[in-house]
């Protein structure tokens, strides 16, 4: 079946501007999580989706960040006002439930000049 | 965030040999999950071990768990150049949910 899918798969933005960044997850997982990978941070959690809600937001790195998720399935990934230090690899990934295996997409690489 | 250490940073065999690399973590965990990243992106999930098991078989790979040292193993058996990626373990801890990466093992297979 399909896998997560995300897009775009890269976006060069200039500073200041706001992003939005989209995850599809495999049909029927409940849970959709957020990471960000950067060279100097590693791999990051993000935040947590159970259904539409959010019960764990501690990963956003500032107020500029915010995600949404509808109809239990696709999640957006908003970034308001990017700065250069936002640059990273965006990963999304889904799973059954909480605890189980983590399913990722293949991530969206942004750029903020 | 706590994240957990792999050892080596870096891994470089022959095709053929073994590579063994090595994960600690830091807290309690439900799990324990081993991904492949291939060029920095999409992480591929290879196994999953439970707090409760100790090894645990994929094909080539074979996967311990220590819990009272806090360590995890990954062994890859006979390698292919096609294994040539970084090598992450992450787990599931107290929270339920969310992953913890460790650092990276960045494995070259030489043909």
């Known amino acids: 079946g399909a896998g997560v899918s995300q897009s775009p798969s890269n976006k060069v933005t200039e500073k200041g501007k706001d992003v939005e960044l989209r995850c599809d997850p495999i049909s029927g997982h409940t849970a959709l999580y957020w990471y960000r990978q950067s060279l100097g941070q590693g791999l990051e959690f993000l935040i947590y989706f159970q259904g539409n809600s959010a019960p764990d937001k501690s990963g956003l790195p500032s107020d500029r960040f915010s995600a949404e998720r509808t109809g239990g399935s696709v999640s957006t990934l908003t970034i308001q006002r990017t700065q250069q230090e936002d640059s990273a690899v965006y990963l999304c990934?889904?799973?059954?439930?909480?605890?189980?295996?983590?399913?990722f997409g293949p991530g969206t690489r942004l750029t903020v000049l | 965030s706590q994240q957990g250490e792999e050892d080596p940073q870096a891994l470089s065999i022959q095709e053929g040999e073994n590579a063994t690399m090595n994960c600690s973590y830091k807290?309690?965990?439900?799990?324990l999950q081993w991904y492949r990243q291939n060029s920095g992106r999409g992480l591929v999930h290879l196994i999953l071990i439970r707090s409760n098991e100790r090894e645990k078989h994929s094909g080539r790979l074979r996967v311990t768990l220590d819990t009272s040292k806090k360590s995890s193993s990954l062994l890859i058996t006979a390698s292919r150049a096609a294994d040539t990626a970084s090598y992450f373990c992450?787990?599931?801890?107290?929270?339920?949910?969310?992953?913890?990466f460790g650092k990276g093992t960045l494995l070259t297979v030489n043909p």
């Open positions: 992450a787990n599931s801890g107290g929270s339920n949910y969310k992953l913890t």
């Open positions: 990934a889904s799973s059954l439930l909480g605890t189980d295996t983590q399913y």
């Open positions: 807290t309690s965990i439900n799990n």
